[in-house]
Nanobody, 126 residues
């Protein structure tokens, strides 16, 4: 059984930084992708970033490109989302997810992921 546990959310002022962490257990990630999605208040869940475990190829939503980075630690089965220059519109519940890598297109779609964490709240004040 796959388990994903996020941590690192919190309250930060606009322009600040946060680092989210996600620890995975119960799955060999070598052919998988790990991603971050978020659900802003009153909105649908949206793609943020993803990393392909086999070659570290990364994907970003246009809204976070240049501000967020994603990385992984193979030894710890962990993925990290470094969020810089945060804006109030980044306020959301952030979810870690994992799924089999099929294509770059599908990596940005939540239906490509079969396991999800419980989410961590990120609030950016203006």
């Amino acid at each position: 059984q796959v388990q994903l546990v996020e941590s690192g959310g919190g309250l930060v002022q606009a322009g600040g930084s946060l680092r989210l962490s996600c620890v995975s257990s119960g799955r060999d990630l070598s052919t998988y992708v790990m991603g971050w999605f978020r659900r802003p208040p009153g909105k649908e869940r949206e793609f943020v970033a993803a990393i392909k475990w086999s070659d570290d190829y990364t994907y970003f939503a246009d809204s976070v490109q240049g501000r967020f980075t994603i990385s992984r630690d193979n030894a710890k089965n962990s993925v990290y989302l470094q969020m810089n220059s945060l804006k109030p519109e980044d306020t959301a519940i952030y979810y870690c997810a994992t799924g089999l890598f099929i294509s770059s297109y599908r990596t940005r779609e939540d239906y490509a992921y079969d396991s999800w964490g419980q989410g961590t709240q990120v609030t950016v004040s203006s």
